[in-house]
């Protein structure tokens, strides 16, 4: 496990604040190490404190190493459903290979799937007893101004904040990236995941049957994953190429769990008897759908006089085919404060930000072969094998060491920063 080390020395007695816009998984985390390195810092989020947070995040060894870096992981680690291995099979019970999320012995974690609120509630209990501020129901609105030593920063109250760097963690619709790329918009990428939970019990699964798992049929995929602490329940759900959706049209079908589970039911007599008793058995209360998108790659992640800096889906946005968006933003938050707690040297930031691009360019590279993986069989048929995502047969899980052995301070020294 890498520790955070302080060397950050401030110039003045009471050096400024950095500003971080969005109390996400990224943001929270980047504040957790900010404070333990004595980097003063204040989170703003625009929602309230106690907002709905819906559904399950995929963490996978990457992420929980970084997590164990920052205290959270003896935290959470019971709170969620710990497992290693996805099986892939066809609706007639084929084999078809086998996807890692986790290891022990191959990556030093097992994969954690929990509820998005159980584990942003735990970061903000971490961070108020850490004596982070952060104030909620606070949005931000603009960059009055940036210079080598400063930036002013306007929030839609009319509270102009001076201060020593902005970090924008806002998510995929970044109104912090609007300030670093104007009009870099993200882009549909013609797939919407249509999914929710149903009671395990209430599924029609063979005796021996293993999960989590994804099921390749006549429609699609369909994904069966446990996501309660015990088991209990199990995500379940597909994705369909559909067209965008307006802002309206999305707010609409999400206010509507019967539409949503409608829609998931679209081509249910294409799937066998175990796929249906799920279709049939779905909580409405935790439908959701999940438009893919993906912001266009834009120049810098890093500002002129680097007071700007954006990380997580507000810089890239990875589809979530393979789990692997809050991962990649917790990776980049403890990167960022390993950086800043080393004193920002010219340069570094911009080295920083072209790894992660590179990094974010091959899960790109990932997530289409593993969306290929989901298309509905008429269309699979018609691609070529290296078009798809495929498991080491010979070494299981070795194709994922890239991935999952990643360790943030390493990959930074590995770098020279």
């Not at 205290?71 to 099986?87: P, V």
């Not at 009009?183 to 699964?205: D, M």
């Not at 590279?365 to 047969?393: G, V, Y």
Request: net charge negative.
């Amino acid at each position: 496990m890498s520790e955070v080390k302080n060397s950050f020395k401030p110039m003045e007695s009471k050096p400024k604040p950095i500003l971080i816009i969005g109390a996400g998984l990224a943001g929270l985390a980047l504040a957790l190490s900010l404070q333990k390195l004595s980097i003063p810092c204040t989170v703003y989020e625009a929602r309230p404190k106690d907002v709905r947070l819906g559904g399950a995040v995929m963490l996978s060894p990457n992420a929980l190493r970084v997590l164990d870096t920052l205290g959270a992981y003896a935290r959470i680690k019971s709170k969620g459903y710990q497992f290693e291995t996805l099986s892939m099979e066809t609706d007639e019970r084929i084999p078809m290979g086998t996807y890692y999320f986790g290891s022990e012995q191959m990556y030093g974690y097992k994969g954690l799937r929990i509820y998005r609120r159980e584990l942003v509630h735990e970061l903000i209990a971490m961070a108020e007893e850490a004596g982070v501020h952060m104030e909620f129901e606070k949005k931000y609105k603009r960059v009055i101004s940036e210079s080598e030593d400063n930036i002013e920063v306007e929030f839609d109250d009319g509270t102009i904040i001076d201060a020593a760097m902005l970090i924008g963690t806002d998510g995929i619709h970044s109104q912090v990236r609007e300030y670093l790329a104007p009009g870099s918009k993200p882009k549909y990428l013609g797939q919407t995941a249509i999914a929710g939970a149903v009671k395990t019990s209430n599924v029609s699964l063979p005796a021996d049957y293993k999960l989590p798992v994804s099921i390749a049929g006549k429609a699609g995929v369909f994904i069966l994953a446990p996501q309660d602490i015990d088991g209990s329940e199990l995500l379940a759900g597909t994705q369909y190429a559909v067209p965008e959706l307006t802002y309206a049209e999305s707010r609409a079908i999400s206010s509507n769990p019967e539409k949503m589970i409608e829609m998931l039911r679209r081509d249910k007599a294409d799937w066998s008897e175990l796929v249906q008793s799920a279709m049939e058995n779905m909580i409405p209360q935790s439908m959701y759908i999940w438009p893919f998108y993906a912001v266009p790659k834009i120049e810098s992640w890093v500002s002129t006089h680097s007071k700007v800096v954006i990380i997580g889906d507000a810089a890239h946005a990875i589809p979530p085919t393979i789990g692997q968006g809050a991962n990649q933003a917790l990776e980049e938050a403890l990167g960022l404060s390993i950086l800043l707690g080393k004193g920002n040297h010219v340069g570094d930031l911009e080295k920083w930000t072209e790894h992660r691009s590179e990094r974010i360019a091959s899960l790109m590279e990932m997530t289409r072969k593993m969306n290929n993986n989901r298309l509905p069989k008429a269309q699979r048929d018609a691609l070529e094998e290296s078009q798809f995502w495929k498991p080491n047969k010979e070494r299981p899980g070795e194709e994922m060491r890239w991935l999952y052995e990643y360790d943030v301070a390493k990959e930074l020294h590995g770098l020279g920063l």
